[in-house]
């Protein structure tokens, strides 16, 4: 509502009865005249369930985490990255 009504100027009425591809057609000029980059793609489901494994909710032990740790490390020598984890 505060994008249209106060940076497009649109009146409550013009906002509340465009359709759907006419509100991102608005959006995606103002974006580009106003030099604005669209956001990346979202997160794939392989991303996520890297993230997930890589940060897992609840508590880890310390032995659990030195021995993701130097698998990681290992793991990073097979494939001769730089990366340290």
Known sequence: ?????????MTPDQLWCLTFPEWNAKLRGFMEFHGIKPQAAPMTRAEMDSMIEEFPDGVISLDERRRRKKLGNELDEIDGGSDSR
């Open 1 to 9: 509502m505060e994008l249209g009504l106060g940076h497009l100027g």
